[in-house]
């Protein structure tokens, strides 16, 4: 079977910079080594002028230059038209198309068979884009979203948030399917005593990073030597500079870390070396940097918005609490990093739930199957 996998995804596999693009990473890496699978990976890549091919993973890479203006307000027309020119080329017997974007747009307006994957909700997402181009990129997010979903036959859902939620725009089928840790993850030794929060996510006022800040100065006065490490990529520099002023005020620049981008190797380094992982954003679907945690048996605090509660039980592998409540924050974080046996009772029990659930090579075999009954019930034999 040929499958081509429509998503983000830098030119440099060991740079991933979000959680879309490493779910595309390890369910390729888990899929590719199947000999009835002859997978290539289709990026729309504004890091190139020109189309460029590698193999990587056992799979076939193939960027396409990227619309660098307009993008969302044009409907991502010039990349949809590359991309159904790549899939021409390419002849694949089913598109795996990722996002509700221009991505799915070019797979259902190829003709070939296609199920996509819902990462995220848009419509909630874009709320805080600010100003009139703000207003318009919501507009034309939300117009697209709405219509690629009006389309979809076949979708993967990564949390029941998720299915839930797109099922009033969609009359397609759908399949849950987990977002895939890489599996160097299951295998790695990590420690649990050095009183570090971390945090991953993109530096954007969706993330509610701010918030986070706020509460490491209420647990500091309870757990003095509390440290906050946050990890991603700048997105919205006047946020960033809004966190980094707040850090100043509040007198935390000797305990908490702003370091932006990091490489895979940095980032696992920085999951094995913390205490508890915790995420404040006002929606989310299902976070892969959460499952992540999980797997390497780190307790969570995050907000329970979106599909975070899907993934993280309270009380149980982690604390949930209100979007911008940061009292409730530094009480979560405070309770988690001050008592030993709470933290290995809640990453053990968090440990056994991804290791249950979060595994690539289950993912793929899902997949896969999903793909066959999909071109089945287009009349192909695959």
């Given at each position: 079977?040929r499958?081509?996998?429509?998503g983000?995804?830098?030119?440099d596999?060991?740079?991933?910079?979000?959680?879309?693009?490493?779910?595309?990473?390890?369910?390729?890496?888990?899929?590719?080594?199947r000999?009835?699978?002859?997978?290539?990976?289709?990026v729309?890549?504004?890091?190139?002028n020109?189309?460029?091919?590698?193999?990587?993973?056992?799979f076939?890479?193939h960027?396409?230059?990227?619309?660098?203006?307009?993008g969302?307000?044009?409907g991502?027309?010039?990349?949809?038209?590359?991309?159904?020119?790549a899939?021409r080329?390419i002849k694949?017997?089913?598109?795996?198309?990722?996002?509700?974007?221009g991505?799915v747009?070019?797979?259902?307006?190829?003709?070939?068979?296609?199920?996509l994957t819902?990462?995220g909700?848009?419509?909630?997402?874009?709320?805080?884009?600010?100003?009139?181009v703000g207003?318009?990129r919501?507009?034309?997010?939300?117009?697209?979203?709405?219509?690629?979903?009006?389309?979809a036959?076949?979708?993967f859902?990564?949390?029941?948030?998720?299915?839930?939620?797109?099922?009033?725009m969609?009359?397609a089928k759908?399949?849950?399917i987990?977002?895939p840790v890489?599996?160097?993850?299951?295998a790695?030794e990590?420690?649990?005593?050095?009183?570090?929060?971390?945090?991953?996510?993109?530096?954007?006022?969706?993330k509610?990073?701010?918030?986070?800040?706020?509460?490491?100065?209420?647990?500091?006065r309870k757990?003095?030597?509390?440290?906050l490490?946050?990890?991603?990529?700048?997105?919205?520099p006047?946020?960033?500079?809004?966190?980094q002023?707040?850090?100043?005020?509040?007198?935390?620049?000797?305990?908490?870390?702003?370091?932006?981008f990091?490489?895979d190797?940095e980032?696992?380094?920085?999951?094995?070396?913390?205490?508890?992982?915790?995420?404040?954003?006002?929606?989310e679907?299902?976070?892969?940097?959460?499952?992540?945690?999980?797997?390497?048996?780190?307790?969570?605090?995050?907000?329970?918005?979106?599909?975070?509660?899907?993934?993280?039980?309270?009380?149980?592998?982690?604390?949930l609490?209100k979007?911008?409540?940061?009292?409730?924050?530094?009480?979560?974080?405070?309770?988690?990093l001050?008592?030993?046996?709470?933290?290995?009772?809640?990453?053990?029990?968090?440990?056994?739930?991804?290791h249950?659930?979060?595994?690539?090579?289950?993912?793929?075999?899902?997949?896969?199957?999903?793909?066959?009954q999909?071109?089945?019930e287009?009349?192909?034999?695959s």
């Amino acid at each position: 079977m040929r499958v081509a996998m429509l998503g983000n995804f830098p030119l440099d596999p060991e740079k991933i910079p979000g959680g879309v693009e490493a779910v595309i990473r390890n369910l390729a890496m888990a899929m590719a080594p199947r000999d009835d699978i002859d997978l290539h990976l289709v990026v729309s890549s504004p890091e190139t002028n020109r189309n460029l091919t590698k193999s990587y993973g056992g799979f076939t890479i193939h960027y396409l230059p990227g619309q660098r203006r307009l993008g969302v307000l044009t409907g991502h027309y010039l990349d949809r038209k590359r991309l159904r020119r790549a899939l021409r080329e390419i002849k694949p017997d089913i598109v795996h198309a990722h996002g509700t974007g221009g991505y799915v747009a070019a797979a259902q307006e190829s003709g070939i068979p296609t199920v996509l994957t819902v990462h995220g909700i848009r419509f909630r997402e874009v709320v805080l884009f600010g100003g009139i181009v703000g207003w318009l990129r919501q507009v034309a997010t939300i117009r697209q979203e709405r219509r690629v979903l009006a389309r979809a036959r076949f979708v993967f859902v990564i949390a029941d948030y998720v299915g839930k939620t797109i099922a009033p725009m969609s009359h397609a089928k759908q399949f849950a399917i987990a977002n895939p840790v890489a599996d160097k993850y299951f295998a790695m030794e990590t420690t649990d005593r050095n009183r570090t929060v971390l945090s991953v996510a993109a530096v954007q006022p969706r993330k509610g990073i701010i918030h986070l800040v706020e509460a490491m100065a209420l647990v500091r006065r309870k757990v003095p030597d509390a440290r906050l490490k946050l990890i991603g990529k700048l997105l919205i520099p006047e946020y960033g500079k809004q966190v980094q002023d707040r850090i100043a005020e509040l007198g935390l620049t000797d305990c908490v870390e702003m370091v932006g981008f990091v490489t895979d190797e940095e980032l696992q380094q920085a999951f094995t070396g913390c205490s508890v992982f915790a995420l404040c954003s006002v929606e989310e679907s299902s976070p892969v940097s959460i499952a992540e945690a999980m797997t390497l048996g780190k307790p969570v605090v995050a907000t329970a918005v979106g599909g975070v509660p899907d993934l993280v039980a309270d009380g149980a592998t982690g604390h949930l609490v209100k979007f911008g409540d940061v009292q409730a924050i530094a009480d979560a974080l405070t309770a988690v990093l001050a008592d030993d046996d709470l933290r290995a009772r809640m990453g053990a029990a968090a440990k056994a739930r991804a290791h249950r659930d979060f595994r690539p090579a289950a993912a793929a075999e899902r997949t896969i199957a999903v793909y066959r009954q999909v071109l089945s019930e287009y009349g192909v034999v695959s």
